[in-house]
T-cell receptor, first 114, second 115 residues
Framework: AQTVTQSQPEMSVQEAETVTLSCTYDTSESNYYLFWYKQPPSRQMILVIRQEAYKQQNATENRFSVNFQKAAKSFSLKISDSQLGDTAMYFC???????????FGTGTSLTVIP | GAGVSQSPSNKVTEKGKDVELRCDPISGHTALYWYRQSLGQGLEFLIY????????KSGLPSDRFSAERTGGSVSTLTIQRTQQEDSAVYLCASSLEVAVSYEQYFGPGTRLTVT
C-alpha cells in the first residue's frame, strides 16, 4: 500500500524568507514519482515540482526545490524568497505505476505574511 | 479548450437525491481522472479513464457512485441517493496519456453540499 504523510497542517512565513514543507511516504515499489501540488483559494490544483525516484539529483524549479531522501522516504519542499502569491494549500503526492493513480497527503496550508 | 472545466461550480442537494457532475477535459487528452477532496483531507482518487474505458473502479466509495466517459471527451460522475458524507469538492484532471510522465491538469472542481 502507498501512503503519503504531511505532518504540518499549517505553516506561515514572512515574505522573502525561506520555508520548508515536510512530506514522508511509504511505498513498496522501486520506481515511483513524487510531486508537490499547490492549491490556491481558486481550488485549481497546480503542479509545482516533481521528482523521479530513480534520479538522485534533487529537482528544482526557480524558487522551488526539493530535498529527496530516498532511504528515509522523505520528500520536502523548500520555497525560497517567499511571495504573497505562494499562499495556498500544498499537497505532496506519490504516483503509483501499479495502479496508475496518485496518492495525496492531507496538505499543508501555507500563509505568506507581508 | 483552454483548460479543464467542470460544472456546476457549486451544487446543493437534498439527501437522497441524485446528482451528476460534469468534466470537460482539455481537447486531445485521452486520460481523465476523478478525485474527491473532503474538508481537511487530501485528494482521494476515485477513478480514471483511458479513452472511454475505466480499467479499475475499485476506488469508487460505494455502488452509489458511477462514472462514464463518452466519445473520449466529456465525463460525468453520478452519485445516486446522496448522503451527507458525500459532501466534498470533486476534482477532475486530464492528461495526454495515462502515464506519470504526462502532467495532470486539474479543473476548478465542483463543491457538492448535501443537506
Amino acid at each position: 500500500a502507498q501512503t503519503v504523510t504531511q505532518s504540518q497542517p499549517e505553516m506561515s512565513v514572512q515574505e522573502a524568507e525561506t520555508v520548508t514543507l515536510s512530506c514522508t511516504y511509504d511505498t513498496s515499489e522501486s520506481n515511483y514519482y513524487l510531486f508537490w501540488y499547490k492549491q490556491p483559494p481558486s481550488r485549481q490544483m497546480i503542479l509545482v515540482i516533481r521528482q523521479e525516484a530513480y534520479k538522485q539529483q534533487n529537482a528544482t524549479e526557480n524558487r522551488f526545490s526539493v530535498n529527496f531522501q530516498k532511504a528515509a522516504k522523505s520528500f520536502s519542499l523548500k520555497i525560497s524568497d517567499s511571495q504573497l502569491g505562494d499562499t495556498a494549500m500544498y499537497f505532496c503526492a506519490l504516483f503509483s505505476n501499479t495502479g496508475n493513480q496518485f496518492y495525496f497527503g492531507t496538505g499543508t496550508s501555507l500563509t505568506v505574511i507581508p | 479548450g483552454a483548460g479543464v472545466s467542470q460544472s456546476p461550480s457549486n451544487k446543493v442537494t437534498e439527501k437522497g437525491k441524485d446528482v451528476e457532475l460534469r468534466c470537460d477535459p482539455i481537447s486531445g487528452h485521452t486520460a481523465l481522472y476523478w478525485y474527491r477532496q473532503s474538508l481537511g483531507q487530501g485528494l482521494e482518487f476515485l477513478i480514471y479513464f483511458q479513452g472511454n474505458s475505466a480499467p479499475d473502479k475499485s476506488g469508487l466509495p460505494s455502488d452509489r457512485f458511477s462514472a462514464e466517459r463518452t466519445g473520449g471527451s466529456v465525463s460525468t460522475l453520478t452519485i445516486q441517493r446522496t448522503q451527507q458524507e458525500d459532501s466534498a469538492v470533486y476534482l477532475c484532471a486530464s492528461s495526454l496519456e495515462v502515464a506519470v510522465s504526462y502532467e495532470q491538469y486539474f479543473g476548478p472542481g465542483t463543491r457538492l453540499t448535501v443537506t
